[in-house]
């Protein structure tokens, strides 16, 4: 996730002031089926100066507890990730998600994974049932445009980066085939009996 360079230079409350100040992790607003919603933002996760042992501390004590025992989805950002930036890592991914309360595991309703790239899903496809441990991985979907987010999240009550909507901006000018939804490799549609029938979103299961 970082170098040890790095992170002699800066403490741990330092690192936990950093993700608050970037508001990665953010409770914000509900989805359509009433889960709150953890809004993730990969882009500004700073991999290389914060250790997977201060994620894990600022989740357990600061997200974790203000959820509740309520249930709740995630929507995660991958709008502008950059491998050699901003991702953790293999074993920093595994390691949140097994260091993540099995109570909190159960009440996890769908994670929505907002403008993946190929190389995420060539990546999850290989390694996400490694990663993403206690039935957490079947709960993943693409989701290629903001407007089909919009069919399962309250679009008023979560606040979006700007970076994402000058993707959207880049996607409407090229228009490429694999962000309007079609796959070359027979995919399941993703399909939420609480709303709408025809849903342009994928399960991760479509690559699987």
């Known amino acids: 996730m970082n170098s040890p360079t790095s992170l002699m230079t800066t403490s741990i409350s330092e690192q936990e002031k950093l993700i608050h100040k970037l508001q990665i992790f953010k409770i914000q607003g509900k989805d359509k089926r009433g889960c709150s919603i953890l809004r993730v933002i990969g882009k500004l996760f700073p991999a290389r100066v914060?250790?997977?042992?201060?994620?894990?501390?600022y989740l357990q004590e600061k997200i974790y507890?203000?959820?509740?025992?309520?249930?709740?989805?995630?929507?995660?950002?991958?709008?502008g990730v950059n491998r050699t930036e901003n991702f953790p890592g293999i074993t920093a991914l595994r390691s949140v998600c097994d260091a993540m309360p099995e109570n909190v595991k159960a009440r996890l309703n769908a994670v929505y994974f907002l403008h993946p790239s190929l190389q995420s899903r060539f990546f999850l496809a290989l390694f996400g049932r490694l990663i993403f441990t206690g039935g957490v991985y079947w709960k993943l979907n693409y989701v290629t445009r903001l407007e089909f987010l919009w069919e399962h999240v309250k679009r008023k009550e979560i606040e979006m980066p700007e970076f994402v909507y000058d993707h959207e901006e880049e996607l409407d000018d090229y228009r490429p085939i694999m962000d309007y939804g079609i796959e070359g490799d027979h995919p399941r549609v993703y399909i939420d009996s609480t709303v709408e029938p025809a849903v342009s979103m994928y399960s991760m299961r479509c690559i699987a």
């Open 50 to 57: 914060v250790s997977v042992e201060t994620v894990n501390k």
């Open 65 to 79: 507890p203000s959820l509740e025992q309520r249930k709740f989805s995630i929507v995660y950002l991958h709008t």
